[in-house]
């Protein structure tokens, strides 16, 4: 029993890591469509992504490929671009999770680990600085977004509680202040890395 049951493991790790690269390539595709112009591969390409982000439980991701189809015949080039940015970042948390199962199967278990995604130092660079931009940007129901997906990933104690602030900071409409405590974290991320 635990040999099929390992073999299903496996067959469904492998599923993950197929799905993943072929989303890279859609992502990649959309990228060109969306620089051409063409709304109907846009929103072919995006109506694919969302699917197969549903298919294997990357809600957030299919959310974020999702928005693109739905707005790809009203919105300008740069917002969708703004868009895809989003897509890409939900990604890089999709191939981080497929590749933490692939290096490490047997450290999946234990309490805590089961909603938290492995951070990907890059992809939370990334993060931190879609969320400055949005910060600048005044934007706070799309900083709020951006602060829910950092939480899903498994920070550090110390940034862990420093989001929480910024994220309140945010809610309060205090923008001003969250962007100082962001722009100190990714200066602290910078010296690290």
């Known amino acids: 029993m635990s040999r099929v049951q390992w073999n299903v493991q496996e067959t469904f790790r492998k599923l993950l890591g197929d799905v993943s690269r072929d989303m890279e390539m859609l992502l990649r595709d959309l990228r060109q469509a969306i620089n051409k112009g063409d709304r109907k591969e846009i929103r072919r390409l995006a109506h694919s992504m969302a699917g197969a982000g549903s298919n294997i439980s990357a809600y957030d991701f299919s959310k974020a490929a999702r928005r693109v189809e739905h707005v790809a015949d009203k919105e300008r080039e740069d917002t969708l671009s703004g868009l895809l940015d989003s897509v890409e970042a939900e990604l890089s948390r999709v191939v981080a999770s497929v590749a933490s199962l692939e290096q490490n199967p047997a450290d999946q278990e234990g309490p805590g680990k089961e909603n938290a995604v492995a951070t990907d130092m890059d992809a939370l660079r990334?993060?931190?600085?879609?969320?400055?931009?949005?910060?600048?940007?005044?934007?706070?129901?799309?900083?709020?977004?951006?602060?829910?997906?950092?939480?899903?990933?498994?920070?550090?104690?110390?940034?862990?509680?420093?989001?929480?602030?910024?994220?309140?900071?945010?809610?309060?409409?205090?923008?001003d202040e969250a962007g100082e405590m962001l722009a100190e974290i990714i200066g602290r991320l910078r010296d690290e890395g």
Do not use: Q
Not at 127 to 137: A, D, H, V
Not at 156 to 162: G, K, L
């Open 126 to 175: 990334h993060l931190l600085e879609t969320l400055e931009e949005s910060l600048n940007s005044l934007d706070p129901l799309g900083s709020s977004e951006i602060i829910e997906r950092i939480s899903g990933h498994a920070l550090p104690r110390d940034m862990e509680e420093e989001i929480k602030k910024i994220d309140m900071l945010v809610r309060d409409f205090g923008l």
